[in-house]
């Protein structure tokens, strides 16, 4: 064999018997019911939440552009995207360590010889490997597969960061256009009591009414001026926080356009089914994530435990050495060196076994740190599906309620004006009115918010490429290795 490829063939066999002391990973068994309680199954034909694009899910065009515009600009998106730049890359360089580094050298000397007391020169030139660690324990390649997971876990984290940010946008939309709908019925209201408080007054000179009468319009006015204040600041302080969310300062058209409607009035948003438990795993970044987490924790003690057993390392050079530099490159000076070594830890005070200790708990907190995220999402999956029901009810019955309220409030104006009802009643009237109309209006932002809520907790919001899920986590590792 020639004498070049003897470190190569060496390396080569030595890798084949690696092994691995990597643990099998055995995945809890879910630590949650079967089934979402108050839910129907998915059924066949309907497309999981985690199947629908968020520009299908959000039909308004005006919030598709402020969502795209948040994709675009938002800063922690962007943090999460550069975290992956920084996981690869980590990984990139665990997996060099499992390959031998080669450099090109070249020196000269000048030393005096012990033996002959004379000065002599000696010229080098030729390729050199530093001393490589041969993975023959599979340490090397435990702390890869350690790198791989926790960059898989940081992709899936930015999937989570992304939904949420789509939820957080989403939600904040909604909670403007409800504050300009809040707005306008205060508006009305506080224009009408003061239309009210007018003839009070009138109605006080004329003495046809007590002071007492006009007291109470007067509080009545003061408490709808208070309440759009309040609402006004609030608005500003949702537009604020979107503009954080979104990055850059929002177009004005898009802001104008939320005059004068309703939430009643806004696109529908896509009905999405609950499916069953089990699709969490396979749905929820952040479920995969605290998987990835546990894979790379799990990978850890295989490196841990490998370090109980000899370091093998192999130091190599090739090239030329003559003292005289013109003859360097001659057939003559052509040299080859290996120097394997081995290095055994006898006694290190217990180091290694604490290491492989701490790998261990690590392990175990990663376990129930995913079985925890499973029980959130279960919970959070199950608190939506409670809540859709729920407000639709509530929704229901306070629109009955509203209409009972604005007949009342007619009857009770056309009965004081006629003076057979006391100003008292028309004042109830009023402000049990005034308080049913926001009331609805708050249940409702509630429904769309959690029909929001729903979508973000069964995975909505990423959609992996139209290659598949699997297809796209292969290409995705294969892009790293």
Do not use: H
Request: proline share 4%.
């Amino acid at each position: 064999m020639n004498k070049t490829l003897l470190p190569i063939a060496l390396a080569s066999a030595l890798l084949a018997g690696g092994c691995s002391f990597i643990p099998q990973l055995d995945r809890p068994a879910l630590p949650v019911a079967d089934q979402f309680p108050a839910a129907a199954s998915q059924t066949a034909g309907q497309v999981a939440a985690a199947d629908i694009p968020w520009q299908q899910f959000f039909t308004d065009p005006r919030l598709q552009q402020v969502i795209q515009l948040a994709l675009d600009n938002n800063r922690d998106l962007r943090v999460a995207m550069l975290n992956i730049e920084k996981a690869q890359a980590q990984y990139q360089i665990q997996r060099a360590s499992q390959f031998p580094e080669l450099a090109a050298a070249a020196g000269g000397q000048r030393a005096r010889s012990q033996l002959t007391g004379q000065y002599g020169n000696s010229f080098t030139a030729g390729l050199t490997m530093p001393s490589w660690e041969i993975d023959f324990w599979g340490r090397i390649s435990s702390l890869k597969e350690q790198a791989l997971a926790q960059y898989l876990a940081t992709e899936e984290g930015r999937k989570a960061a992304q939904i949420s940010l789509i939820s957080n946008v989403a939600n904040t939309w909604l909670n403007l256009q409800a504050d300009e709908e809040l707005m306008s019925i205060s508006r009305r209201t506080l224009g009408t009591r003061e239309q009210s408080i007018k003839l009070t007054k009138l109605r006080l000179d004329a003495g046809v009414t007590s002071e007492l009468d006009f007291r109470q319009a007067q509080s009545l006015t003061e408490s709808a001026r208070a309440t759009l204040a309040q609402q006004t600041r609030q608005r500003e302080l949702d537009a604020n926080a979107l503009t954080q969310l979104v990055g850059q300062t929002l177009p004005a058209e898009l802001l104008s356009g939320m005059q004068g409607k309703k939430l009643a009035d806004l696109p529908p948003l896509a009905d999405v089914p609950a499916g069953l438990p089990s699709d969490l795993l396979l749905r929820r970044p952040d479920v995969r994530q605290a998987e990835q987490s546990m894979i790379a924790a799990n990978a850890s003690i295989g490196a841990a435990r490998a370090a109980f057993f000899p370091n093998i390392s192999l130091t190599a050079s090739a090239g030329f050495a003559n003292p005289e530099i013109s003859d360097l490159f001659s057939s003559g000076s052509k040299y080859f060196s290996v120097a394997p070594s081995l290095y055994l830890p006898i006694f290190n005070a217990g180091r290694n076994r604490a290491n492989l200790q701490v790998a261990e708990a690590n392990q175990k907190i990663a376990v129930a740190q995913y079985e925890q995220a499973i029980q959130a999402a279960f919970r959070e999956t199950s608190d939506a599906l409670v809540s859709r029901q729920t407000l639709q009810e509530q929704l229901q019955a306070q629109a009955r309620q509203l209409e009972a309220e604005q007949v009342r409030y007619k009857l009770s104006d056309l009965r004081y004006t006629n003076g057979v009802a006391s100003y008292l009643d028309l004042l109830d009237a009023q402000r049990s009115l005034f308080a049913l109309e926001q009331s609805v209006v708050q249940v409702r932002l509630q429904q769309l918010q959690n029909q929001v809520n729903l979508y973000k907790v069964l995975g909505g919001g990423w959609t992996e490429p139209a290659a598949g899920s699997n297809a796209a986590a292969a290409n995705s590792a294969t892009t790293v290795q």
